[in-house]
């Protein structure tokens, strides 16, 4: 059963527009989140995350919101730009299950393609 | 920056064949991972190890195996490769003791079993 699921598998948008991922979660255990990019033939790389006790956490560009009750959150890149297509993932972690049992639980992904 | 570094980048081999993916880290991480992906699919955990001489199987079931005898290296090693071994493995690092923790990852061995 997944416990981390990004439904969309793709996502196109034009150059300068906004690109919102989306990922939604199971486990009410989960308070930890993260977003990883990644291009093909080359490990994901480190976004942004987000821990439960925020909604918004923002870096630059990227912004992650967190909706805990609908347990859902979303990856808003403003502007696009052509080198942001790649496959964006979508993880999560359950710290309080302690450090020993750390995990993170990844989604399928989702590939942008960003159009010039 | 992180500096994990995985090798061979890519591998085609026979069916049969022993092969070891080498993964090394130069940051002093405890903990390693690896993880096995498909192509549309997430990322699977099929070993990890928080220090030296230790090693747990993960989520995945996998004939792989894997050895923690330096801090900096986590090999894996699959005695008879066979065409449902291919996939792309990715090998990762953090620090012990830190509750939000984010994993690095190295770039990944492509293997293609024929």
């Known amino acids: 059963d997944q416990q981390v699921k990004q439904n969309s598998p793709s996502l196109s948008v034009q150059e300068g527009r906004i690109s919102i991922l989306n990922c939604d979660y199971t486990n009410s255990m989960f308070d930890y989140f993260l977003w990883y990019k990644k291009y093909p033939a080359e490990g994901p790389t480190f976004l942004i995350s987000?821990?439960?006790?925020?909604d918004k956490n923002e870096d630059g560009r990227f912004t992650v919101f967190l909706n805990k009750s609908a347990k859902h959150l979303s990856l808003h890149i403003v502007p696009s730009q052509p080198g942001d297509s790649a496959v964006y993932f979508c993880?999560?972690?359950?710290?309080?299950?302690?450090?020993?049992?750390?995990?993170?639980?990844f989604g399928k992904g989702t590939l942008l393609t960003v159009n010039p | 920056e992180a500096d994990i570094y995985q090798t061979p980048r890519y591998l085609v081999i026979g069916t049969g064949k022993k092969i070891t993916l080498e993964c090394s880290q130069t940051m002093g991480h405890d903990k390693m991972y690896w993880y096995q992906q498909d192509p549309g699919m997430e990322l699977h955990l099929i070993h990890y190890s928080y220090g030296v001489n230790s090693t747990e199987k993960g989520d995945l079931s996998s004939e792989s195996t894997v050895s923690r005898i330096r801090t900096e290296h986590f090999p894996l090693t699959l005695e008879s490769a066979r065409p449902s071994h291919t996939s792309q493995y990715l090998c990762?690092?953090?620090?012990?003791?830190?509750?939000?923790?984010?994993?690095?990852f190295g770039s990944g061995t492509q293997l293609s079993v024929l």
């Open positions: 993880a999560a972690s359950a710290s309080r299950s302690g450090g020993s049992n750390y995990k993170l639980t």
């Open positions: 987000i821990s439960s006790i925020k």
């Open positions: 990762a690092s953090s620090e012990l003791g830190t509750t939000n923790e984010k994993l690095f």
